[in-house]
């Protein structure tokens, strides 16, 4: 028994090891210099973007979290609301901080590029890691302390108290840390694509310049955007997901196995942080040819190798349960299969994307139907991964099983955040070498960096998608649990009823979020065109354009079509309640299976439509300029919000209602009825 | 006991009115001239390309249900192989005189144009009439003959077995109605949009020729192919939906209310029948100056209003149970309500529209962006509606009810075919008049046909959808009372797999259709191509261009590509039935859940995109020849085989894995089980 309590006290010793370790990382990076005045200029600009937007983005939130926390406590009590709120701020501290370092890390990297491939990959790299170790460190810390507090205050009331404690308190952390994973995801993805997709609609198709051009006023915007949809919003989201699956492993595992089930998810996350900090040492460019992706495959297959063998090993060892081990196993090869799916559907260079970008030969017309079909396949073979995945943990393991596999696939997650963060402080450099005109070496290496960063970035998209949805899966089996229900029988109308709304209703808000970047992005439009008719000199490069004029609209946008989404989620399950718990159910069921569905298919379609046109761009069909190349421009802004504003976004929304639904269930069976 | 007897044998006698009033339409349509030479020749092109692509469809589809006869009869028994045949072959006569009538009506409704609107539309009206009888006249005959025979063969053995022997041989005759409805669906559906998305590319956008020029090599195909997708596929369709609704209330009637509960949905659907005679009397223009919806739209009210007052009479005085009446009415105003969502997200001058078209300014981008917009928003609120029907069936009267309100939604059938067909004969009459280059009131009368039969098309896709799914729904339940389970319980994980798999597959059939299409288009545009780089003269006037080519392409096409999506619908329910019959009740949820959602989205953002480059073309935003122009037109070909093939073949989709799965539930439940 004490070799277990150590064990307990083993998981935050690794979450500080990690923090500790990112904490090493961002000192490393900030030590860089950050190049000449032009370069620090335009640095400056896109961080001040990015942190007036996160405070504002912050402002709007905080009040909408008050008013819920007050909610919360009224009806649900202090406690909850205490624990609502901590959720809330460790989301929102994970997204800041993860931003904080990437729009310092940004123009640290294009300075460093004029050096060589190594000196830029370190910082890029470094600080996406930063980024990656906040989230697992975090996400450990949070649920280990919490789960410590209820195993010493309640240890003597029996297990079962436990775990009915520490359930109660990680919902509402699970809730407040979604919610605002919700915020970022949405309020990012509607300030990233409005500004890019407003930025490319006048200066790629109307004014013939550059991606990236200094001319353009939404330029800055653009840049902003990456760090604002990408670092902050998916950070939080996949932070959730971290907390989520670790925390049904326990409480599963507890019921199985007493406090060795528990101890288990958590020595095996432990484990697993330490492989991705192993892995991130295997990041290194051979020479300055080798293709950066190399190097970073290299160190996750490292991190997911040495997971594999931790998990057999505590499984066998600790919990003398091969069959855990091969649940958690389970989780990474599904989450392996996932990336090479991803990879095969949208990568460069692959079958799907020389075809679209075929297509595109004949037109927009046929860019968009092919992209669509293939968006569509991708769907069903992503979804026939997951089912199986589900279908073998619970093989396996039974319920625990299941969870057990959803931490496998966010086995990696540190090393994967580090990647997907790399993104856009690779994107963003290449934009500041472009706008600083940086020549030499630089264009090249930051060049090489972004397509491996738009690699890795989609590539990440498929696996959060997936991790969600296996998050939210557990909450629907947790929902099952919390409510009574002896099933939830869709053979009943009312269940089926149910399940048909919570099918739809990722529709609607994928609708009004898809909505929402095209207003937005037609502002920017506006904008771009008035300072070009208005401002003498910008097109002849005498005088500059007024970058913050793009930024606050796009700021604005985003604070303000961020409710409308939130309280539908919030608030669709309330109304679905009427109709009783069981009915309530299906509609859970419905909203993680369509949600699931339309997640994959919008990352998909876009991540193949964005690729079909670099495709073009490198010369083939025509090249750039050429017809085909405009065909595929028109693929690509249409997968933009798709990819990146909706697609991403139905991730904590998925969890968001089945949190909000575990939350109400007291009331609705009371008033209600199963 | 003697009166409901005879009211029995007015089921059968109604059917026999409809059809007989159907011969005396279509003999009156027959005896109208065909006009001048040049019209006659135009006329027999598209004849002899639609008669030539049925023959060989049926010879491909006759092949695949022979083999099928065969299984069945080997593992069912040779009875359910014969009504399987009966099925197949009602459902095959009503595709085949619906086209055979459609493409006898189009050149005489050409012709007719020249003496004014009245005229026209007498024969155009008239000739979807025929296919609405045909519909409706068969659809009630067939079920009401099969259920008499089982009456009076079984009587004897109690009204349980009567039931039990009718279910068994209708879900045969249910089978091949709905097998070929989805050959036609599909083969019609990818031969219609791959001829027009290729005529367009090459005509309007390469050559800048008008639509329907008779200088484009594949206008004939174009025209051929509004016949078989919007005709044949749709009436056969329609049909199954129609059978099954009226066999699950007589089932559920039955049980509830014996003989009496059997006999109300027969009478009411007579009554039905004959309020739809009633409402094309009415169909009449008051003058050449009115526009030819309004006199549609009178018929239609006509025919619901007195279908209300029909049902609710025979609710009270019949059954004795005003609840019944209630549940069927409710049906009509969610059918109401489904044409007037369709009418508001997809109708020319409505919001949405002007929405999109406006968003064409920026381009194709922003018209694609706002028309995903649009139709996802119109999923969820047309989803709403369809949940609503289904709730409040429930609420009134159980099972029972659901299934009336289902028959309720189809009231109207007879009139809703003859105005869908109505569509295809108006659209090929306006194309012939230009071919041909009449002048005169005849390109005006056409026009206006032609428009308005845009519209009823596409309203009448929302209808289609939304009974296809309650249709399925009542074979949803049946299939929960065939396998004898206790629930369909998505909380437990292979039940939960079996949704995701459901959900999954209607990705997987519209993926593989809309490629389908890109593919066969493809080949089109080469054809064209072709036949403008080698024959001389035809951009000139001079030579016509070969138009039998491009026909045998898109028939060869339809072909090819038929037996895949065929194949995946009949195995998938096979494979996920090694789960067992619980998980393949999930997996029949599923597959209703999400393609009713797809299927409304992919109808409405379709019909959308293609009123928004209408509206365009009618002068707004720039009109034709301007850039928004040219970005509206890419949504239409986007739009296009989402509307015309994927979302369409949906819903017999959703149908045959229903009845599937009812066929191997036995086999299911012995070797895998519950």
């Not at 605002?180 to 409005?194: E, Q, W």
């Not at 196993?329 to 679209?356: D, N, R, S």
């Not at 086995?411 to 940086?438: C, H, K, R, W, Y």
């Not at 229900?485 to 099918?503: E, H, N, Q, R």
Request: aromatic content about 8%.
């Amino acid at each position: 028994m004490d070799i277990q309590l150590i064990a307990l006290f083993a998981a935050p010793t690794t979450a500080i090891v990690a923090l500790l370790y990112g904490f090493f990382l961002s000192r490393r990076v900030l030590k860089e210099e950050e190049g000449s005045d032009k370069l620090q200029a335009i640095g400056k600009a896109v961080r001040d973007g990015a942190m007036a937007y996160l405070k504002r983005q912050f402002k709007v939130v905080s009040i909408f979290i008050a008013i819920l926390a007050v909610i919360i406590a009224i009806t649900l009590g202090i406690g909850m609301a205490i624990t609502f709120l901590l959720g809330a701020i460790f989301s929102a501290v994970i997204g800041y901080f993860g931003m904080w370092i990437a729009v310092r890390a940004n123009v640290r990297t294009a300075n460093a590029a004029q050096k060589g491939l190594n000196p830029a990959l370190k910082i890029a790299f470094g600080a996406g890691t930063v980024n990656g170790m906040l989230v697992v460190g975090l996400g450990l810390l949070g649920v280990s302390l919490i789960y410590m507090w209820a195993h010493f205050t309640f240890q003597s009331q029996g297990a079962e108290m436990v775990a009915k404690k520490a359930t109660e308190v990680l919902v509402g952390y699970g809730f407040g840390a979604a919610l605002l994973a919700l915020f970022m995801r949405v309020g990012g993805g509607i300030f990233t694509k409005a500004a890019d997709v407003g930025a490319d609609l006048v200066g790629k198709v109307e004014k013939n310049i550059p991606e990236d051009d200094a001319r353009n006023p939404a330029t800055i915007a653009d840049n902003v955007g990456d760090n604002v949809g990408d670092c902050a919003g998916m950070a939080a989201d996949v932070f959730e997901s971290y907390a989520l699956t670790i925390v049904a492993a326990m409480i599963l595992g507890g019921q199985m196995f007493g406090l060795k089930g528990v101890v288990f998810p958590l020595l095996a996350r432990s484990g697993a942080i330490l492989t991705s900090i192993l892995g991130t040492f295997f990041v290194k460019a051979k020479n300055d040819k080798e293709n950066p992706l190399n190097p970073l495959i290299r160190g996750f297959i490292v991190s997911a190798v040495s997971a594999i063998v931790i998990f057999m090993g505590l499984a066998v060892y600790l919990l003398g349960e091969p069959k855990a081990g091969f649940a958690a196993v389970t989780g990474i090869i599904a989450m392996l299969a996932l990336l090479y799916i991803t990879k095969y559907y949208t990568g460069p260079g692959e079958k799907p994307v020389v075809e679209i970008a075929g297509a595109s030969r004949t037109g927009a017309g046929t860019t968009l139907i092919s992209g669509l079909s293939i968006g569509m396949e991708s769907t069903f073979v992503s979804v026939v991964v997951v089912a199986a995945t589900i279908f073998v943990g619970y093989l396996l393991l039974g319920f625990y099983g299941i969870s057990l596999a959803g931490m496998g696939m966010l086995a990696t997650t540190g090393i994967i955040m580090s990647l997907d963060t790399f993104g856009p402080i690779s994107d963003n450099a290449q934009g500041m070498v472009e706008m600083a005109g940086l020549k030499g070496k630089a264009p090249e290496v930051t060049g090489a960096l972004d397509a491996v960063g738009n690699t890795t970035k989609a590539l990440t998209k498929g696996f959060a998608v997936g991790s969600a949805a296996v998050a939210a899966s557990s909450l629907f089996a947790t929902y099952f649990e919390a409510t009574g229900l002896k099933s939830i029988d869709i053979a009943l109308p009312k269940v089926f009823v149910g399940l048909l709304l919570g099918c739809a209703l990722p529709y609607l808000f994928s609708s009004r979020l898809i909505g929402s970047v095209g207003r937005a992005a037609f502002e920017v439009v506006e904008e771009v065109r008035r300072q070009f008719r208005t401002i003498k000199g910008i097109m002849e490069g005498k005088r500059l354009p007024d970058y913050s004029k793009a930024v606050d609209i796009v700021t604005a946008a985003a604070q303000r079509e961020l409710l409308i989404p939130a309280l539908m989620v919030v608030l669709m399950p309330v109304l679905v309640g009427l109709l009783g718990a069981q009915a309530l159910g299906g509609f859970l069921g419905g909203v993680v299976a369509s949600g699931l569905m339309l997640a994959f298919f919008m990352c998909n379609a876009g991540g193949a439509w964005d690729n079909a046109k670099k495709y073009v761009e490198d010369g083939n069909f025509g090249g750039k300029g050429s017809d085909t190349h405009k065909a595929a421009v028109v693929g690509d802004t249409v997968g933009d919000p798709l990819k990146d504003t909706a697609g991403p976004a139905l991730n904590p929304m998925m969890k968001i209602v089945q949190i909000v639904a575990l939350l109400i269930a007291p009331f609705v069976i009371a008033l209600v009825g199963r």
